[in-house]
């Protein structure tokens, strides 16, 4: 008995230590584990600001293993975004964000009685791009890009992200338009247009197995692959420069050309290029719209508000409110469709408080014309950046020339105080009340080169020979002084070259480019409009756009030819300049050898000398020329505290200064408008001078910037009339819970990829979506396996989470039935605008989790098969990886612990539903179609049930306190993460989310 005893006993322990292994066992392997100060915060909406600061702690890089985090820290006077490593939470670099937004931004944060809308017009946001170069920053009514490199480069060199400023430097800015206060109806027309969130997505390839191109999609992809390999002339026909850094290290020609280009290269590789696949910055702000931006940079188009009348008087009403969670965005893997979710708002009505809003948007354009747009896109941002950096550059080699020319005017200074001490006055402008003799420098000048001595005056001949003699005349100060000058003129030209010259032949080879596209463009869809049946004022419409869209490139080719004109004019005129004070030094040492050498013996060191430096006749005629020129001008020594003409540059002709200043011309020097049509800018040495001046490099450059404005404010304004939507709503939820929403896109197998299929390796991953839709709950199973509706190239998944019950649903993005009668490619032409329209149905199931407990977020975690570090050429494999659901998960009391879940969800069972706005409640689901969830820690406990799926989970929290948590997830590194706030500290932890996986695959291949 006792031996049965002790049995008991030792069976009890092992049960005991069998249970507590499976409670704690763990999955994930935890990376970091980081934890920050939030600041105290007062006030009736603790909670909400709380939530504020916690959704926008944190984002991961989707391409590679970086992690970008808001700054809490109380020392710093203005708040910061850092990047870090998400394995050893190195620290990379930092965003200082300016000053004046930070502050807001930061009152934000500390609270401070604020309410809601404060809280919701000083808004941040900021997501990565998708090949993580940029990060874009959203804060109030503005967008900024930095470039990751940039930033890398200026914290390795300054220790920081930031400048003497205070604040970064953004490669980018975008200002959000705001709402027109005339319309009556708009309640909050006063009220700015404020940026909610961000998103960034990109174009990605088709499947190699499962899409099957139409001849349409083929053609385009041909003529693209030829057309990719023309050379660009602007990169390579036109000598390198760095005029695409803008941290200002030409601003006074210093640094060596090695450091400007590699300045250059990393600043220009997070511009996008014309071979960079299609991205597209999605800004959704206040107004419940979303603005569309091409690479983040080209404005596009905006996607209108939602056509529900609820939506619009709730959710528009409220949407500055922070307790309104920002709006989640998905596109399709070729952007042709968008779907945009409107979350539930706290305080509105019952139906709004427990129902989400989506919109699906069909654009075909942007699969249609993706390669155009990329070319218009890269062509925008480069002419813009060009434009930026020569309207910066004026000021730089303006300044640049004065100060080079600076040694010269000190040394003609004493001149004129000598002349003045002799009661002669050379500055007519000057305030001599009781002047001797009044003349100029040129004139006095002009007379000693000629004659060798002055006849003026007498007080002007001693001045003259005192000032040859004096000291500041020694032949070696003039020797050094004549060099300085020479390698300060030359460091100048070098420096106009780099941001001037480049800039402008750029500028000029690319809105070239730009002109041809606008005028294939319009004989394209000129020549298909005129095919099309058509009313005559939609064809009066139509040439009147097409007449102003050539008529601006034709403004903007002109602007650019006027500037190229005066930018080459500066450059002779720095060059020529370069030469004239090479002369004129050369005088100088030529006259000063005279003068001394005046009374000495014929064979003394004087004469020597003077025979020496004696200068030829034609530098005379040259000096006499340009000196009799700059005499019939009026010259003033008065101080221009914006632009001051330099003695020695008025005394020589020199008019750099006055090409690169900004002057209002006279009226009669500018053509008029019958005569700007034939106008074309001429060589500086044209006959054509004389009727035409030379174009000045401000009046130009400013034209130049207006017609580009003009041209991209609207080049397609076709493009919302080809734009459809369509209205979903979610199913209600009970009051009394929470709903959590999560969007995800996928690529599906193609029905005309049928040959295909088999090939595929039924025991590998096939790298796309294929649903296993339910016969029993099926009604359209009639339909033949050619046909069946499991056959779509691309789905949107939408997750419903409320209490323990997450419901998905999958949405068919122009789903067609195979049909032998029907042309594919005359449909994929002609129908491309219905399709939105054309959704027959939609797949839904259920998953259900342990009673008692509640989801708190939920999102999609999967490799999209776009992820690559590549930016030059179409990256990614177009095969998608591993793709899981992930949710924190709050189990109920009394330990109310938090745990992240990950499952899969490609073995469920889908049950097809005829399409209806109102989509299906999730207890009206098939139950063939409903799973229930357990973790795997139990998995060796139970029997094997085709109704059960089993989760990797881990704890991440066991704080009651709280349920505020954050989501972190990117599929394509394979890491996840949650952030928890508990009392002031919030607490970031990043996991390995495919370690088992890995594993498994190991054993297996080891096996």
Not at 20 to 28: N, P, R
Not at 93 to 110: V, Y
Not at 691 to 704: A, E, G, R
Not at 952 to 962: G, M, W
């Amino acid at each position: 008995k006792s031996q049965m005893e002790d049995k008991m006993s030792e069976f009890e322990e092992e049960s005991e230590e069998t249970m507590t292994e499976i409670a704690t066992k763990q999955s994930f392997s935890l990376l970091q584990s980081r934890k920050f100060l939030v600041p105290t915060s007062k006030g009736d909406e603790i909670d909400e600001i709380r939530r504020n600061i916690l959704r926008r702690v944190a984002k991961l890089c989707p391409s590679m293993d970086l992690i970008l985090v808001k700054s809490t820290n109380s020392s710093s006077s203005s708040p910061s975004l850092v990047i870090y490593r998400t394995l050893s939470w190195q620290k990379v670099a930092d965003i200082i964000l300016p000053e004046s937004l930070g502050n807001r931004s930061a009152t934000e944060g500390i609270g401070g009685g604020s309410n809601s809308n404060d809280a919701g017009k000083h808004s941040l946001s900021y997501c990565w791009s998708p090949n993580g170069q940029c990060i874009a920053v959203a804060q109030e009514s503005s967008v900024s890009l930095y470039g990751v490199e940039s930033l890398v480069t200026a914290s390795g060199v300054g220790g920081g992200g930031g400048t003497a400023s205070g604040s970064s430097n953004a490669t980018w800015s975008i200002t959000l338009q705001q709402p027109s206060s005339t319309n009556s109806n708009d309640e909050d027309g006063d009220e700015p247009t404020v940026a909610l969130a961000l998103h960034w997505i990109h174009v990605g390839k088709k499947h190699p197995i499962a899409a099957s191109p139409s001849a349409v999609e083929e053609e385009r992809e041909v003529s693209w692959r030829y057309q990719s390999h023309y050379v660009d002339q602007s990169t390579k026909f036109l000598p390198p420069s760095a005029y695409y850094s803008n941290d200002g290290s030409g601003e006074a020609g210093g640094g060596s050309a090695a450091d400007d280009t590699e300045a250059s290269s990393l600043a220009h590789g997070s511009l996008p290029e014309c071979r960079t696949p299609l991205s597209v910055l999605c800004i959704s702000t206040s107004d419940m719209k979303h603005r569309l931006y091409l690479h983040g940079r080209y404005p596009l188009l905006t996607l209108p508000k939602s056509n529900n009348g609820m939506l619009n008087s709730t959710a528009a009403s409220s949407a500055r409110a922070s307790s309104t969670k920002p709006p989640l965005v998905v596109a399709s893997n070729d952007l042709a469709f968008w779907l945009t979710t409107t979350p539930a708002i706290t305080g509105s009505t019952e139906l709004a408080s427990s129902s989400n809003f989506l919109t699906l948007y069909h654009t075909p354009f942007l699969k249609r014309d993706r390669y155009a747009l990329q070319q218009i896109a890269s062509l925008h941002t480069s002419i813009t950046a060009h434009l930026q950096t020569i309207h910066r550059s004026v000021s730089i080699v303006a300044d640049s020339w004065k100060t080079s020319l600076r040694p010269l005017d000190q040394k003609l200074r004493p001149l004129i105080t000598l002349l003045r001490n002799y009661g002669v006055e050379v500055d007519p402008g000057a305030k001599n009340s009781n002047p001797i003799t009044t003349t100029s420098l040129s004139v006095v000048m002009t007379e000693y080169i000629m004659m060798g001595h002055v006849t003026h005056s007498s007080s002007v001949a001693n001045a003259m020979d005192q000032f040859f003699t004096g000291v500041q005349l020694n032949d070696q100060l003039v020797q050094r002084m004549e060099r300085t000058l020479l390698a300060s003129m030359a460091n100048v030209e070098s420096t106009a070259i780099r941001c001037l010259l480049r800039p402008t032949q750029a500028l000029g080879w690319q809105i070239q480019e730009l002109g041809g596209l606008v005028q294939f463009f319009d004989n394209t869809y000129g020549e298909e409009s005129d095919d099309d049946e058509e009313t005559s004022i939609d064809t009066v419409n139509t040439d009147h756009n097409r007449n102003n869209k050539s008529q601006l490139i034709q403004e903007l080719a002109e602007g650019s030819e006027k500037l190229w004109v005066g930018v080459e004019n500066v450059m002779t005129s720095i060059v020529a300049g370069r030469m004239l004070v090479r002369d004129f030094c050369g005088w100088l040492r030529h006259a000063g050898s005279q003068v001394k050498a005046r009374g000495t013996a014929p064979n003394s060191v004087q004469r020597e000398n003077a025979k020496k430096r004696r200068i030829s006749q034609a530098v005379l005629e040259r000096l006499v020329t340009i000196l009799k020129k700059s005499s019939q001008k009026e010259f003033s020594g008065r101080k221009d505290e914006k632009h001051q003409i330099g003695l020695s540059e008025s005394l020589l002709n020199l008019e750099v200064t006055e090409m690169l200043k900004e002057t209002t011309r006279n009226a009669s020097t500018i053509p008029s408008s019958t005569e700007s049509s034939s106008y074309r800018p001429h060589s500086p040495s044209s006959v054509k001078g004389i009727l035409y001046p030379t174009p000045n490099v401000c009046q130009s450059l400013q034209h130049t910037i207006d017609a580009t404005k003009s041209l991209f404010s609207n080049p397609l304004s076709n493009l919302p009339d080809q734009m459809k939507s369509k209205d979903i709503f979610l199913p209600r939820v009970p009051k009394n819970e929470q709903c959590k929403v999560a969007t995800h896109s996928r690529i599906g197998r193609d029905s005309a990829s049928c040959v295909f299929w088999d090939d595929i390796d039924k025991e590998q991953d096939p790298g796309y979506f294929l649903p296993r839709i339910d016969p029993g709950s099926n009604p359209y199973a009639n339909l033949s396996p050619m046909s069946g509706l499991e056959n779509c190239r691309q789905w949107f998944l939408i997750a419903q989470a409320h209490g323990a019950t997450i419901q998905l649903f999958c949405l068919p993005l122009g789903w067609k039935q195979n049909n032998d009668d029907i042309d594919f490619d005359y449909y994929d032409i002609n129908n491309e605008n219905s399709d939105v329209n054309n959704i027959p149905f939609y797949l839904t199931s259920k998953l259900v989790l342990p009673e008692g407990g509640q989801v708190l977020q939920i999102g999609f975690y999967g490799d999209d098969g776009k992820s690559s570090l590549s930016s030059g050429i179409d990256s990614g494999t177009g095969m998608e990886g591993r793709q899981k659901i992930g949710f924190v998960y709050q189990k109920s009391l009394p330990s109310s612990t938090k745990e992240l879940w990950t499952t899969t969800y490609d073995s469920l069972s889908w049950q097809a539903v005829p399409f209806d706005p109102m989509l299906l409640n999730a207890s009206q689901v098939d139950k063939n179609c409903s799973k229930e969830i357990l973790q795997s820690s139990v998995e060796g406990s139970r029997d094997e049930e085709e109704d059960v799926l089993f989760a990797q989970s881990r704890t991440v929290s066991e704080e009651s306190s709280t349920d505020f948590c954050e989501l972190l997830l990117c599929g394509s590194r394979g890491v996840g993460g949650v952030a928890t706030m508990s009392d002031e500290l919030i607490t970031v932890d990043i996991f390995d989310l495919e370690e088992e996986d890995d594993d498994d695959e190991e054993d297996s291949y080891a096996d």
